[in-house]
């Protein structure tokens, strides 16, 4: 609406334009013309008249013009409004706005050129000490490390899924961050590991949840759009092998 609106005012200038040369075209030739058929004293007085003529129209078109400027500027600024009322509905969380400092840190955090890099080198050095882990000896050195660093990747995955969700919403808005089915396997990487962190025992139910660290390997195919077209081809042929 507001991109139909620019284009109507320069249409407006445009045609304001046109008839202020065909004014002064018609102005010309009606000077010639008095020239010719009455000489140079009809010539002077027709000049005068034809000065305050077309300053007088130039003065009315003008006023016009104005008028529809500013009609068309209070059109626009009413459907600006318009539109940051109904954004200003759309709450990530049902708390920060679009306007909100808070969700504008988030969305600039999330779309940094750098933000996936990180994301990827932690993925990468956390599914390298999945890969290093030795279940023959649970007292080794190897596992010690990685029990850990684990919080340590547990509470930096969680600060990146929170980002996401404070600035794209959680599942109610479309674009949402589950609005991304890719985004669940995320999301449920992060909650069994927040949830595992509070078992005391690795045996206990909530000790067993420690398992879905194995996928965390799988978070890297958010960062690879190729590699989730190649995943998802070879998910849809599963029903034609499986015939």
């Known amino acids: ?17 046109k ?5 002064q075209t018609a102005s010309l030739n009606l000077t010639k013309l008095v020239l010719d058929q009455r ?25 016009k013009l104005q008028h529809t ?24 969380l ?22 996936d890099g990180v994301v990827l080198g932690l993925i990468m050095i956390n599914s ?11 007292d080794s050195w190897r596992n010690k ?11 930096l995955f969680t600060i990146e899924c929170s980002l996401k969700i404070v600035a794209l919403g959680l599942i109610l808005e479309p674009g949402s961050y589950l609005r991304d089915s890719w985004n669940w396997l995320d999301f449920v990487v ?11 025992d690795q045996d206990s139910p909530l000790g067993s949840l420690r398992v879905c660290r194995v996928l965390r390997p799988l978070r890297s195919l958010n960062s690879f759009p190729s590699i989730r077209t190649l995943v998802n081809a070879v998910l849809l042929s599963l029903p034609r092998l499986g015939n």
């Open 1 to 17: 609406e507001i991109g139909r609106v620019e284009q109507t005012i320069a249409a407006e200038e445009r045609r304001f334009a």
């Open 19 to 23: 008839c202020h040369d065909t004014l």
């Open 39 to 63: 000489g140079m004293l009809h010539w002077a007085s027709g000049l005068r008249r034809l000065q305050h003529k077309p300053i007088a129209i130039q003065k009315e078109g003008t006023k």
């Open 69 to 92: 400027l500013h009609l068309l500027d209070a059109q626009a600024r009413t459907l600006s409004a318009q539109e940051e009322a109904q954004s200003s509905k759309k709450r990530s």
């Open 94 to 115: 049902f708390l920060f706005s679009m306007q909100s400092p808070v969700r504008q840190w988030a969305l600039r955090t999330i779309h940094h050129p750098f933000f």
């Open 128 to 138: 390298l000490l999945l890969a290093i882990t030795d279940y023959i000896n649970p």
């Open 145 to 155: 490390v990685g029990d850990m660093l684990d919080p340590v990747f547990t509470v």
């Open 190 to 200: 992060v909650t069994t590991a927040l949830a595992s962190l509070g078992a005391a």
